[in-house]
């Protein structure tokens, strides 16, 4: 009776191990874990949205020679997101990016950018855009607003995603991610470096593709004061 016990005990353990069953609790990886969190706070708060610079990117491409897009991206810039959760057609985006911050990687080459040949940084410090309408076009999400480059506004529209939220924590608070691409044409901004070349002539495109990554974040409501006697 004895042996027949162990014997059970044994093919009890043996079935255990090769069906996964345990009386211990298998712990969610990281991305279960962050993929419920995320889900429960699909639709997010409403409220303002502080751009995470940690975390964001303000980006733009330029095909040079009729060859290959070289990238761009300017390491200072700010913006907030002002979301509507109820209606997101009430929402509002502003940023500022410092025209003085850009970074292709080469010295010279930024050093070139930021004369009056491109973004003339000493004269026109900033380049900015704020939002005068955000609408749903079927599943799609498109803003409208001012762009100023250069001293010249122009209404541009383009599409864009909000890719998740997260609820906050102790470290910060609810976090919203949206991403977009538009192009522009810098001759429309005074940006005219290369534009007497003869046509077709390779050179710097005058289209740009402008890329935003963006992490933003709601500041953490602070706890309400207990009333004093």
Known sequence: MKRTSIFMGLALLVVALFTGSS??????TLEERFSE????????????YTF????????????????IKVPGFFRDFTGEINY???????????????????????????????RDDFFDAAKYPEITFKSTKVEKRGDDLYVTGDFTLRGVTKSISFE???EGFLPGNQRRGPTMGVSADTS??????????????????PGISNEV???LEIEAIKAKEEPAAAPSN
């Open 184 to 201: 522009i044409k810098r001759f429309d901004y005074g940006v005219n470096y290369g534009s007497n070349a003869p046509a077709g002539s």
């Open 84 to 114: 509507n959760a109820d209606d997101v057609s009430k929402s509002s985006v502003s940023f500022t990016a410092k025209t003085d911050s850009v970074d292709t990687g080469v010295a010279g080459r930024d050093a070139h950018l930021k």
């Open 37 to 48: 969190t995320a889900g429960a706070f699909k639709k997010g708060e409403s409220g303002v």
């Open 160 to 162: 864009f995603d909000i």
């Open 23 to 28: 009386t211990t609790a298998v712990k969610p």
């Open 52 to 67: 995470d610079k940690a975390h964001s990117f303000i980006g733009f491409k330029v095909k040079h020679m009729g060859l």
């Open 209 to 211: 593709e402008v890329e």
